[in-house]
T-cell receptor, first 112, second 111 residues
Framework: AQSVTQPDIHITVSEGASLELRCNYS??????LFWYVQSPGQGLQLLLK??????LVQGIKGFEAEFKRSQSSFNLRKPSVHWSDAAEYFC??????????FGTGTSLTVIP | DAGITQSPRHKVTETGTPVTLRCHQT?????MYWYRQDPGHGLRLIHY???????DKGEVSDGYSVSRSKTEDFLLTLESATSSQTSVYFC??????????FGPGTRLLVL
């Protein structure tokens, strides 16, 4: 079955530390890939997306993600986390037909 | 931010009553979607629309129906609400196989 996996349900990091959130997908072809962020009580905001080309993509708020075809991964990174980055992060993929498949999310806590 | 509004933003209802949630967009995007968000499940697609009067089922469509009579409006109806439909419902829009933009969500509690 097709799926998107975010293996870390919850991550805690100290402010100023680096961050990496993992995302793996199981599809035969290379899908379109997205990361969204959701602050408490809010909707989802697009952080970045990958369609093709350079496998390292830059997004908003200092985030970046790298697509690795060999590992079927699209991990999200940030070199220095800020307290305002505390939120829930969702990886998503779309193959065709406009149907997004979302991971179950990773909740990020930032310690001062 | 994409022009997407959802109404109501919060609703409490009783089991067995009909409920309609509305999504309104000002972007003139072709595609509209309804998702539900539940802990441990992420977002799951309920129904989507690829044009006026053109809709299709998603992953968790049982117990839900939709209608789209105008480009800008996409309605989600729970014909007879059940407690298992307590959730946060998000509307999204897109122009193609590209980025989806999400509304602020509707919190529904079925007692």
């Amino acid at each position: 079955a097709q799926s998107v996996t975010q293996p870390d349900i919850h991550i805690t990091v100290s402010e100023g530390a680096s961050l990496e959130l993992r995302c793996n997908y199981s599809y035969g072809a290379t899908p379109y890939l997205f990361w969204y962020v959701q602050s408490p009580g809010q909707g989802l905001q697009l952080l970045l997306k990958y369609f093709s080309g350079d496998t390292l993509v830059q997004g908003i708020k200092g985030f970046e993600a790298e697509f690795k075809r060999s590992q079927s991964s699209f991990n999200l990174r940030k070199p220095s986390v800020h307290w305002s980055d505390a939120a829930e992060y969702f990886c998503a993929v779309v193959l065709s037909g406009n149907q997004f498949y979302f991971g179950t999310g990773t909740s990020l806590t930032v310690i001062p | 931010d994409a022009g997407i509004t959802q109404s109501p933003r919060h609703k409490v209802t009783e089991t067995g009553t009909p409920v309609t949630l509305r999504c309104h967009q000002t972007e003139n995007h072709r595609y509209m979607y309804w998702y539900r968000q539940d802990p441990g499940h992420g977002l799951r697609l309920i129904h989507y629309s690829y044009g006026v009067k053109d809709t299709d089922k998603g992953e968790v469509s049982d117990g839900y129906s939709v209608s789209r009579s105008k480009t800008e409006d996409f309605l989600l109806t729970l014909e007879s609400a059940t407690s298992s439909q307590t959730s946060v419902y998000f509307c999204a829009i897109s122009e193609g196989e590209e980025t989806q933009y999400f509304g602020p969500g509707t919190r529904l509690l079925v007692l």
